[in-house]
């Protein structure tokens, strides 16, 4: 048998876990990715994931994974 959780976000501050029928309450949620973190994922998947055939920087790309 699985178990499924569910992550609820009623808004980017906060969140409610879920699993079955049984809801926590409303807890508060902080983004632990800064500004650089989330601009190094975009490049990585927008700009690394889809232009391989050309010359990527295989060294940035490692450090973001």
Do not use: G
């Not at 906060?14 to 990715?33: A, G, M, W, Y």
Request: neutral net charge.
């Amino acid at each position: 048998m699985s178990t499924e959780l569910s992550l609820i976000f009623p808004n980017f501050k906060q969140i409610f876990l879920q699993s079955h029928d049984k809801r926590t309450q409303l807890c508060v949620f902080e983004n632990p990715l800064t500004r650089n973190n989330l601009k190094d994922i975009r490049w990585y998947l927008e700009v690394y994931a889809c232009k391989y055939t050309t010359e990527v920087d295989d060294n940035r790309a490692r450090f973001i994974e």
